[in-house]
């Protein structure tokens, strides 16, 4: 098992900047891929950014491209998301999540919330 936990949602207001950081524990070793998504109320969950753990190669939502950076610290089991120049359209739950290979998300932390005033 690998346990996922979000920290660093919060209120911000819009043009601002919030960093997401999961800590990933357990079995961290069967972990090849690190995720970030996102909820709205009302709406499904939608992919936001991946990173693999092994070389670091990233991949983004067009929505958030040249905004968020996703980046991982192998050392210390930790992966995150810088959020800069948010907009109110970015307010939702953020959910980390951790993939043993590259056909399915098999972990999911609790979510963080992040709220985005205009």
């Known amino acids: 098992q690998v346990q996922l936990v979000e920290s660093g949602g919060g209120l911000v207001q819009a043009g601002g900047s919030l960093r997401l950081s999961c800590a990933v524990s357990g079995r961290t070793f069967s972990v090849s891929r690190m995720g970030w998504f996102l909820q709205a109320p009302g709406k499904e969950r939608e992919f936001v950014a991946v990173?693999?753990?092994?070389?670091?190669?990233?991949v983004y939502a067009d929505s958030v491209k040249g905004r968020f950076t996703i980046s991982r610290d192998n050392a210390k089991n930790m992966v995150y998301l810088q959020m800069n120049s948010l907009k109110p359209e970015d307010t939702a739950v953020y959910y980390c999540a951790a993939s043993g290979d590259n056909s399915r998300w098999n972990y999911w932390g609790q979510g963080t919330q992040v709220t985005v005033s205009s």
């Open positions: 990173i693999w753990w092994s070389g670091g190669n990233t």
